[in-house]
């Protein structure tokens, strides 16, 4: 009878799906991490749930207790912070590190491919349209984009104009929609499909802003699926992935 409890036990135990981690990712990553994520279900049967917005949004529902168990960050800070109150697995790794792009939709006044110096002409005339870019306070993208506008000095002539989206990929969606002439949005999301599609970019120097260096890490509750998707990312066909998709990979 016991033998036959034990065995009972674990059929049952056999029988439980394992749950697919939660992953908090920068909506910067939306197209790369889709392809990654694709390619690690064929790869090793395995899946895991991904949610995308600001890195400093994560940052506060993690400190408030969200089940995430991996974070990707779109600034590297934001990683820093966890890990000074022990929220994380380690201090992490470095996976890549973003770039900047001046986008315009198809007719826009801002050229084809949009010209920086037309942007200054018409900004400082007081003709600029709208002009979308995340929000500076706890997206990534937008502090390089306000620190970009302030460094050709155009910060003050520009701000009236801004249309803040809530992270990267809603900023991204503002400047291709239509509404707006424009803006200042993650290289990753430029090169998109839908964005590909409706219009063009110029991409930012890195020396205008703060460079955008992106870190992942495991958090405190993460289990051995999320380690290995973890593990999986910073892998050779993931590396490939992201380099194609508008991200610089740090040196091995």
Known sequence: ???????????A??????AEPL??????????????VAEYRRESGRDVRVSYGSSGNFTRQIA??????????????????LVARKLTRGTGARYSTGRLALYAPM???????????VLGERARAGVLGRFAIANPEHAP?????????RHLGLWDAVRPRLVIGENAAQAARYASGGDAEGGLVA???ALGPELAARGTHT???????????????????????AEQFYRYVLGPESRAVLARRGFQLPAD
């Open 23 to 36: 992953v908090a990712a920068a909506s910067d990553l939306q197209f790369a991490l889709e392809e990654i």
């Open 187 to 189: 290289l990753s999301l």
């Open 107 to 117: 007719g826009s006044p801002l050229g084809r491919p949009p010209g920086l110096d």
């Open 64 to 81: 408030q207790g969200a089940p995430y168990e991996l974070f990707l960050s779109a600034d590297e800070a934001y990683v820093e912070q």
């Open 141 to 149: 993208y937008g502090r390089a984009a306000a620190e970009t506008l």
């Open 13 to 18: 135990c056999a029988s439980v799906p394992r």
């Open 203 to 225: 991409v930012i120097p890195e020396s205008w802003h703060a460079p955008l260096h992106q870190r992942m890490v495991l958090l405190a509750n993460a289990s051995p699926e």
């Open 1 to 11: 009878m016991l033998r036959l409890l034990v065995a009972v036990a674990l059929c």
